[in-house]
C-alpha cells in the first residue's frame, strides 16, 4: 500500500507559467515532507522540504504548502522554465523513522 | 568529485548470476541507504547503514539480496542468482546525520541492472 501517492503521472506547462504538482500521504506519522528532482541517467537531488510545524515554505521559484489535516502538499514553481522539466519526486519521513518514502513521481514538461 | 559515487553504472546480467553494485558515499556520511527504482516508479527503500551496522533491512526483497558496508564507509548490495524482476536502477544515498528524519538524502547517479 503506497504510503505516498502522487497520482499525476506527468504535467505539461507553459513556460513563465506557474507548476503546481501534488501529493498525498497516508501516513499520518510522517511529520517531514520532501520534493526531489530527477534528470534522466542521473539520481534524485533534493529540492525544498517542509517540517509539519509550518504550513509554508518558500525557496526562490518553489514553494512547498503543506495541508496537514487533509495529509495534502503541493509544490508550486513559478515562473516555470524549459530547466524545470524533469521528474518531481514527492516524499516522506518522521523522527521516528529511519528511511525517506517516496512517491512515484510526476514527469513535468515546461513547453517553450 | 565531492558526491555519491556508484559503480558500475550499467550491468547487464544473464538470469542466475551473482552481482555486486558498489557505492562510495560523501566522505564522513554517517547514513548510507539502497533504494531500488523500477522503470516508471519512485525509489523504494531497501537497507540502511549508519555507520556499519546495517539498522534496517525490511526492504529487501529477498534472501537473495545482501548488503554490507564493513568499515562505515563503502558499501556493496550484493544480489545472488539474479532473476529478471531484479531489472532495475539501484540508488544509494548518503546523509550526514543519523537517521533520515530530515530526509536529505545525497545520491548517487544509480547502477542500472537489466537481466538477461
Known amino acids: 500500500d503506497q504510503q505516498v501517492k502522487q497520482n499525476s503521472p506527468s504535467l505539461s506547462v507553459q513556460e513563465g507559467r506557474i507548476s503546481i504538482l501534488n501529493c498525498d500521504y497516508t501516513?499520518?506519522?510522517?511529520?517531514?515532507f520532501l520534493w526531489y528532482k530527477k534528470y534522466p541517467a542521473e539520481g534524485p537531488t533534493f529540492l525544498i522540504s517542509?517540517?509539519?510545524?509550518?504550513d509554508k515554505n518558500e525557496d526562490g521559484r518553489f514553494t512547498v504548502f503543506l495541508n496537514k489535516s487533509a495529509k495534502h502538499l503541493s509544490l508550486h514553481i513559478v515562473p516555470s522554465q524549459p530547466g524545470d522539466s524533469a521528474v518531481y519526486f514527492c516524499?516522506?519521513?518522521?523522527?521516528?523513522?529511519?528511511?525517506?518514502?517516496f512517491g512515484p513521481g510526476t514527469s513535468l514538461s515546461v513547453i517553450p | 568529485g565531492a558526491g555519491v559515487s556508484q559503480s558500475p553504472r550499467y550491468k547487464v546480467a544473464k538470469r542466475g548470476q551473482d552481482v555486486a553494485l558498489r557505492c562510495d558515499p560523501i566522505?564522513?556520511?554517517?547514513?548510507l541507504f539502497w533504494y531500488q527504482q523500477a522503470l516508471g516508479q519512485g525509489p523504494e527503500f531497501l537497507t540502511y547503514?549508519?555507520?556499519?551496522?546495517?539498522?534496517?533491512k525490511s526492504g529487501l526483497p529477498s534472501d537473495r539480496f545482501f548488503a554490507e558496508r564493513p568499515e562505515g564507509s563503502v558499501s556493496t548490495l550484493k544480489i545472488q542468482r539474479t532473476q529478471q524482476e531484479d531489472s532495475a536502477v539501484y540508488l544509494c544515498?548518503?546523509?550526514?546525520?543519523?537517521?533520515?528524519?530530515?530526509?536529505?538524502?545525497?545520491f548517487g547517479e544509480g547502477s542500472r541492472l537489466t537481466v538477461l
Open positions: 547503514f549508519q555507520n556499519e551496522a546495517q539498522l534496517d
Open positions: 516524499a516522506a519521513s518522521g523522527t521516528s523513522y529511519d528511511k525517506v518514502i
Open positions: 566522505s564522513g556520511h554517517v547514513s
Open positions: 517542509i517540517s509539519s510545524i509550518k
Open positions: 544515498a548518503s546523509s550526514l546525520q543519523a537517521g533520515a528524519h530530515t530526509g536529505e538524502l545525497f
Open positions: 501516513n499520518s506519522m510522517f511529520d517531514y
